[in-house]
């Protein structure tokens, strides 16, 4: 399991971290250039583009991976370096390809959208617009969850909204240095783990696939973390979410005989801390009549800073969080029934409670201030 794990994150991450010690000298030159504002924590005018990189060190791997698996499948006995165990695996993982191309042909469109957001500003109603035909077209190309819905069109709904929830959560959290990034990282390898260690048998195509997007997104936080020399931008955050939502979405979470159901909260234990900041900026946007797109400092990352603590700790802070919560997920799969998973869920919301006190917390000094 060592071999595979260096197998896929190595290359994704020296991709990734070459292409953005470029993109920190082209950035400039090309105008994608994040300048300090009043809803901003930097003070100084950065370069974006990072997002291209993390794209770079994702699709660079994967067509690779997709020459090798050909290759040893059309031509058995080639690649006899390749762990037997793993080899079995290849015709099934060539006849899925075809979802991983379409969901990378979905992260290209965004990834692209996201540079024109960065470098002229679009519109949030056309950006939405374009996500919800995108995870239509991905939904529409059979990637999609059942939830035991005896009605296939429910489960489509609920998979649009997924993608397009995690899409824009991913975003909402790219506010600080090495935030999104670490908060991407840390759900990846979770996901992984669970994928590659604990179902019944290893999910050797979408766990590759995590592992191969952490590699990527550390490549990048190695530029990124404080101070940051170079944002990931909407080209980044965008792309990251959605490889997060189909992936947990290809992934095989409940298998009969082997798991139990409940194991089907995992992706929502995982990603609770960015879910609950996601719906808690928009409600309060709308609160106060706002646009639910409208950049503010709503968030549990800045009422931390409100509270005393450094933009660094405030980020380590929210990535402890979401490890705990991801922590949680995994003791699901250690837990015999609803009750057990009862317990878990319940620790985690117990942990959300602390994260509601410590923003009304921020809020309240904010003002007092």
């Known amino acids: 399991m060592l071999w595979f794990f260096c197998v896929c994150t190595v290359p994704a991450f020296l991709i990734s971290w070459s292409a953005t010690w470029l993109m920190r000298a082209w950035a400039p030159r090309w105008g994608l250039v994040d300048q300090p504002a009043a809803r901003k924590v930097h003070t100084t005018p950065t370069p974006l583009g990072g997002g291209v990189a993390i794209y770079l060190g994702v699709v660079l791997p994967l067509l690779i991976a997709q020459v090798l698996v050909w290759w040893q499948t059309h031509s058995p006995g080639t690649l006899i370096w390749m762990p037997e165990a793993l080899r079995e695996h290849m015709p099934g993982v060539l006849l899925r390809a075809g979802q991983v191309w379409a969901i990378v042909g979905a992260g290209s469109l965004l990834m692209a959208m996201g540079l024109l957001d960065d470098r002229y500003g679009l519109s949030?109603?056309?950006?939405?617009?374009?996500?919800?035909?995108?995870?239509?077209?991905?939904?529409?190309?059979?990637?999609?969850?059942?939830?035991?819905?005896?009605?296939?069109?429910?489960?489509?709904?609920?998979?649009?909204?997924?993608?397009?929830?995690?899409?824009?959560?991913?975003?909402?959290?790219?506010?600080?240095?090495?935030l999104c990034g670490g908060i991407g990282l840390v759900a990846s390898l979770i996901f992984a783990w669970i994928m590659l260690q604990l179902t019944g048998e290893p999910r050797w195509l979408v766990g590759g696939g995590l592992l191969i997007l952490a590699g990527s997104i550390a490549g990048f936080l190695w530029h990124n973390w404080t101070p940051a020399r170079i944002f990931m931008g909407d080209a980044g955050s965008t792309f990251i979410?959605?490889?997060?939502?189909?992936?947990?979405?290809?992934?095989?979470?409940?298998?009969?005989?082997?798991?139990?159901?409940?194991?089907?909260?995992?992706?929502?234990?995982?990603?609770?801390?960015?879910?609950?900041?996601?719906?808690?900026?928009?409600?309060?946007r709308l609160w106060n009549g706002k646009s639910p797109f409208q950049p503010d400092r709503n968030h549990f990352s800045h009422r931390l800073t409100d509270l005393g603590l450094s933009r660094r700790n405030a980020v380590l802070t929210v990535h402890f969080a979401t490890l705990?919560?991801?922590?949680g997920a995994v003791l699901l799969y250690h837990v015999e029934d609803w009750d057990g998973a009862m317990l878990v869920v319940s620790l985690v919301l117990c942990l959300l409670v602390i994260v509601a006190i410590l923003e009304q917390a921020g809020r309240f000094k904010k003002k007092s201030g």
């Open 124 to 178: 949030w109603k056309g950006r939405l617009a374009v996500q919800l035909l995108l995870a239509t077209a991905l939904v529409c190309g059979g990637i999609r969850g059942t939830l035991f819905v005896s009605q296939p069109i429910v489960g489509g709904v609920l998979t649009v909204i997924w993608i397009v929830v995690l899409i824009n959560s991913l975003n909402f959290l790219d506010n600080m240095d090495g």
């Open 241 to 284: 979410g959605l490889m997060l939502a189909t992936m947990t979405i290809l992934g095989t979470f409940y298998e009969p005989n082997v798991t139990e159901r409940h194991v089907l909260l995992a992706p929502l234990l995982i990603l609770a801390v960015p879910l609950y900041d996601f719906a808690t900026v928009i409600g309060i």
């Open 324 to 327: 705990t919560t991801g922590l």
